[in-house]
């Protein structure tokens, strides 16, 4: 049976979940933690969503996202090769950090945002690892019990449900989570026994979320149709950037190419990297110093948001 496609729409709420590939350990130190904790915080630019709360565990992660205009898939696409990427050359190794394609489900936040929040929270104390939420360092229960920082997590949001007066929202909401704490494994934040796996909300919601999905199921452009916008922008013939050699300006052209790929197109890097006769480290490679130069040229980046508009335009034709 084929999976469902993805339901995206600006301020969408969602519980997305990580697994190690087979059930492997995804972090061995602090580092690694930080690195993912880094990753996500720099999305929250790239990509214009909000981290409302998280949770990693030794092999899972638990995140709570709201996404604006760009896709949820893009940018835990972005999260999940950056992440693999770092790990595997620390640990000079190869292959798959994560298992399959990350799960994500759509939650209605009055109704849910704050139990969800609970739940990420209480993540390591049923699992057996501590008695008190607090004392586990790799979720947002600190930040939102104001025990650490955490400057980009937006729990406020949560919080306020509960009281305007911060101080009062917190000692609110560490009750709710201690009450929380006997409600054990809920499976319905996993998408097990809802209507629609993909769902958590009541009927009216459901209704107004499948709604829109038959209005707009967007499709972003595949493989072929970057490779023919990003050549036409830059006037460039496709079969020079296969071919061997340095030029620099070719050299410059893929990297667009592999940035558009990554960033706007429903095609992967490793698709781009067989037809381009190149590795994929070096696609990403040229991806970053494109990104560090777009800092300092505005040529380039004017470059990037011509390029971003027209793939945009292109999915929105072939809504």
Known sequence: MARK???HYPGAHYHVMLRGNGGMEIFGDDQDHCRLLLILQEGIERFGYRVYAYCL????IHLVIQVGDVPLSRAMQNLSFRFTRCMNWRNKRTGLLFQGRYKAILVEADEY???LAAYLHLNPVRAGMTNDPLDYRWSSHR???GKESV???SYDAVL???SKRRTVARTHFANFVAEQAGLGHRKEFHGIGN???RIIGDDD?????????????LTLPDLSTCIRLVTSYFKIDAEALRQPGRKRRDSRVRAFLAWAVLEHSSASLTALALWLNRDVSTLSSGIRRLQEKAGKQEDIRQDMKGLKSQLQDIAIIQA
């Open 205 to 217: 919601f459901l209704t107004d979320i499948l709604g829109r999905v038959d209005q707009q199921s």
């Open 195 to 197: 209507p629609d796996s």
């Open 113 to 115: 945002l704050l139990q």
């Open 143 to 145: 930040a939102y019990m």
């Open 5 to 7: 496609p993805r339901i």
């Open 57 to 60: 565990m030794n092999n899972h």
């Open 160 to 162: 306020s449900q509960l």
């Open 151 to 153: 400057p980009w997590l």
